[in-house]
């Protein structure tokens, strides 16, 4: 068997076995039969993953019928194996004699002299091996080979459908075993929920085409369609030198979209018997492959694009867009490769139980907003997403950094013992909620909330928050599809200061740029945007949707307080100008006849190493400061906040941070200016306590961990923790963690 018409004889027969009223290893059994007699060849067998590391032969024609379901071999052992692993054809003329044979008595395949074996693989995804071997001592040609690589195509979609599932028998379907996902952890805490997967799974029911003819004519209009939906796309982008990336990349697509020898490829495999949709998740398979063994970035870029226009023409073909109108599970868990701030906030707060990414960052925005929500948010967790499927039940230890899907009972009951422990702890900080931050050796520190949405206000009240010390603006631009309205920010902020309920507000002035990207506004081309154009920076130099903020929030206030500070000042001369905006509002909201707020409080944001060393009369002049430690602590050290590798490389507790926060605290004591924390780490008990003990005095943090930290202080003396830094500093030491940590383990804490 060989040709053409063969391939596709051999998948008409394929097909009407599996529209027979078989089921499982009878349906899997009569494929191998099928298949050896198609191939004349006197063996042919179905090697499925058992889990992740081990094959297991599940049915076969010629083989011993005892060594099925018997016979298992580990990734990368045999020849089986080797194609398990590397994704590629094994073909051997002499198998006993080739690199890596393994003999298995019990298969009684040493009759058989040659092999060959193709993977059995989705989109990436290793399913298992079909191999075919014969008497005769014979390399397998090319258009044989090429033909099973056709059929194992067809098994791979009906294993994912579950069509060898019998009831009652050894193979389980996919996506129904236990998995352990190890990640890394963005955001602490537990929670139990089901998989929502961000972009769902395109599902390929139909493998094997009825009619060439017809599938071509199919894949010709959707690649047409693929084609026109890239030029569309390229034409919306603007012409100047700041869409050059964007451009590039999309005219990269326009070529590949074009390409005759991937229409080709995916028209050989129509002929050859697979459907469209087959057709293309066969040459994204083959693509996948390619892109984790080759080593050029160009070239892998360029597969990689290739994949995601598989996955565009696979999304044309079988009609399945981003909305497949399935519902939502209950407690949702959402699955995704990653996510931007903006995508987040749709999804809503109290809707998303946790958050799990194959991607991500921990100093992102999105990360901050599953902060903010106080939901467990795992990152790095590989491969999760070929492995969930939508409603799946699933476990996050975000603690541990762990994922359990689809997770067995004694899992279950760990978690959920764990889960009322720490409901109790919640029980135990509820207790101090009402009680003040004091520490034994008499400080008290008052701690303060950061929100960014009206939703999160009610936490001032639950977590006894004094006030909200930082309400990050951006998250009402993020979620729009253009610049909001003057009216419609006041009246937001207004019921921002109504739920506050008297309660200082400090709202930051529009903070953009960087990883916060509004689809609305032109981008500029900048070769590293944490350093670029940014917060204050865009705000001065285009002032306009600062001022009508600016004019927004006092008439929210209408009388009341008001406290504004300026994201990201990195010399006096911002500040002054800044201040001088709002100053200026006020005074033209006055003329206008608005009422002013009775007290207005202006401050900075101290992100940059520089503010520190201001002169006087920048601390003389602010009202207040707040240390923004996420973006001060990556310039202090030079590690981009979101580059997980070198994130942790620097910690908050090393001597030198801290020292420099001290310096801090003294020049705003010397001139009397308040001075506060709000950066992710004062929310961390540990290291809020070491803030403190530099001499801050007001932190601000997400309300979860209000309780957790006020739980601290009020045991631990302050004075001490002060001398073990101290002495720690003194010693020559990288970090006072160590130290901190062996002196907190003899405190009744
Ligand atoms: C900070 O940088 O610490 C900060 C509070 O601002 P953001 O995280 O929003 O950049
Ligand atoms: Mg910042």
Excluded at 290 to 305: G, I, K, P, T
Excluded at 487 to 508: M, P, T, W
Aim: with cysteine; charged share 30%.
């Amino acid at each position: 068997m060989a040709t053409e018409s063969e391939s596709r004889k051999l998948l008409g027969r394929l097909r009407e076995t599996l529209a027979e009223d078989t089921a499982g290893q009878a349906r899997l059994d009569r494929i191998t039969h099928l298949i050896a007699s198609s191939m004349q060849t006197e063996v042919c067998s179905i090697y499925l993953f058992r889990d992740d590391e081990t094959l297991e032969l599940c049915a076969t024609e010629g083989l011993n019928q005892d060594a099925v379901h018997q016979t298992r071999m580990r990734l990368g052992e045999g020849l089986v194996g080797r194609v398990a692993r590397s994704g590629q054809v094994v073909n051997e003329a002499d198998a006993p004699n080739a690199k890596g044979f393994r003999y298995m008595p019990e298969t009684g395949e040493e009759v058989f002299p040659s092999f060959c074996g193709v993977p059995i693989r989705r989109v990436g995804e290793k399913l298992g091996v079909l191999v075919v071997q014969s008497k005769e001592a014979r390399a397998f040609s090319e258009d044989e080979v090429y033909a099973l690589e056709v059929v194992a195509m067809v098994l791979a979609e009906m294993t994912e459908l579950g069509a060898f599932v019998g009831e009652g028998e050894a193979l389980r379907a996919l996506h129904t075993l236990p998995a352990m996902f190890r990640g890394s952890v963005g955001q602490e805490g537990v929670a139990e929920g089901h998989v929502w997967l961000h972009e769902p799974r395109v599902v390929v029911t139909n493998p094997i085409a009825e009619d060439p003819e017809v599938e071509r004519e199919r894949l010709n209009t959707a690649i047409d369609q693929l084609r026109v939906s890239v030029d569309d796309m390229l034409s919306r982008v603007g012409k100047d030198a700041a869409d050059t990336d964007q451009r590039e990349v999309l005219q990269a697509y326009q070529m590949l979209a074009g390409s005759r020898s991937w229409r080709r490829r995916m028209e050989e495999d129509i002929s050859a018997g697979l459907s469209a949709e087959a057709a293309v998740e066969k040459e994204q398979s083959a693509a996948r492959t390619r892109m984790s063994q080759v080593q050029d970035a160009y070239l892998r870029e360029r597969l990689h694009d290739l994949d995601d226009l598989s996955n565009r023409l696979l999304r044309i073909l079988t009609g399945q867009g981003g909305d497949t109108g399935a519902e939502m599970p209950d407690n949702p868990i959402l699955v995704a490769r990653n996510i931007g701030p903006a995508e987040l906030l749709d999804y809503g707060r109290n809707k998303l139980k946790g958050i799990i990414l194959e991607q991500g960052s921990v100093g992102s925005h999105a990360a901050i907003v599953a902060r903010a929500w106080a939901i467990p948010l795992i990152i790095h967790a590989e491969n999760i997403i070929s492995e969930a499927l939508n409603g799946d039940h699933v476990i996050i230890d975000g603690d541990q950094g762990i994922v359990h899907l689809r997770p067995d009972e004694n899992v279950v009951s760990a978690v959920r013992d764990k889960i009322a422990m720490q409901a109790k702890a919640q029980e135990r900080y509820a207790d101090i909620r009402d009680k003040p931050a004091q520490t034994k050796s008499g400080e008290v520190i008052s701690l303060h909330m950061n929100a960014g949405r009206l939703a999160d206000l009610p936490s001032l009240e639950s977590s006894g928050a004094e006030g909200v010390g930082l309400f990050r603006t951006e998250l009402q631009f993020l979620v729009r599809s253009k610049v909001p309205k003057r009216g419609e920010l006041a009246a937001i902020y207004s019921r921002v200061l109504d739920a506050a309920g008297g309660k200082r507000v400090a709202f930051r002035t529009l903070d953009i740029g960087s990883d916060k990207v509004l689809s609305y506004m032109k981008r500029e081309d900048e070769p590293n945007p944490a350093l670029g154009w940014r917060a204050i920076r865009v705000g001065l130099d285009k002032p306009g949707v600062m001022r009508m903020q600016l004019q927004a929030l006092i008439r929210a206030a209408n009388g009341r307080p008001l406290t504004v500070m300026f994201p990201f000042i990195a010399q006096f001369e911002e500040f002054k100008a800044a201040r001088q905006h709002l100053l200026d509002e006020m005074e033209r909201e006055d003329k206008l006849g608005h009422v002013l707020p009775e007290k207005l409080e202006i401050g900075a944001m101290l992100e940059t190493p520089s503010l520190a060393f201001a002169p006087r009369q920048f601390f003389e002049m602010a009202d207040f400061i707040s240390i923004g430690g996420n973006d001060l602590k990556m310039f202090f050290f030079a590690a981009d906040r979101e580059n997980e590798r070198v994130r942790r490389r620097y910690d908050t507790l090393n001597v030198s941070f801290l020292t420099f926060i001290e310096r801090v605290a003294e020049r705003c004591a010397e001139s009397g200016t308040d001075v506060s924390f709000c950066g992710e780490d004062a929310g961390r008990p540990i290291e809020a306590m070491c803030f403190a003990a530099m001499g801050l005095r007001s932190l601000s943090m997400r309300p979860a961990s209000i309780g957790p930290v006020k739980h601290l202080f009020r045991r631990i003396n302050l004075a001490e923790a002060k001398d073990v830094i101290d002495q720690s500093r003194a010693s020559g030491v990288q970090s006072v963690r160590g130290d901190v940590m062996d002196w907190l383990r003899t405190q009744p804490v």
